[in-house]
Nanobody, 126 residues
Framework: QVQLVESGGGLVQAGGSLRLSCTAS????????MGWFRQAPGKERESVAT????????YYADSVKGRFTISRDNAKITVYLQMNSLKPDDTAVYYC???????????????????WGQGTQVTVSS
């Protein structure tokens, strides 16, 4: 089993920035694709950004391209999401996810992931 713990959420004004972190523990040996997803009230969970174990391949939803950056530190078994130019539409619970897979594999859909964190709230005020 793998446990994921997110941190870094909070309340920020539109145009501001936040940095989310997600650290894995437990059975972390091997290469894990990781990603960030979000779910707003009354909406389905959606992909935000995902990254291969190698860190060389990434995916971004169109709505966050140019504003968000995903990165990872495999030595710390941590993935980050730098969020800049935040908008009220970015308000949601953000979840970290992981899947044991090949080193260069990028997974973009929520149903492809096996492990999930508990989520961290991001609220952007207008």
């Amino acid at each position: 089993q793998v446990q994921l713990v997110e941190s870094g959420g909070g309340l920020v004004q539109a145009g501001g920035s936040l940095r989310l972190s997600c650290t894995a523990s437990g059975r972390t040996f091997g290469s894990y694709a990781m990603g960030w997803f979000r779910q707003a009230p009354g909406k389905e969970r959606e992909s935000v950004a995902t990254i291969a174990w190698s860190g060389r391949s990434t995916y971004y939803a169109d709505s966050v391209k140019g504003r968000f950056t995903i990165s990872r530190d495999n030595a710390k078994i941590t993935v980050y999401l730098q969020m800049n130019s935040l908008k009220p539409d970015d308000t949601a619970v953000y979840y970290c996810a992981a899947k044991l897979t090949g080193r260069t594999v990028v997974l973009t859909r929520a149903n492809e992931y096996d492990y999930w964190g508990q989520g961290t709230q991001v609220t952007v005020s207008s």
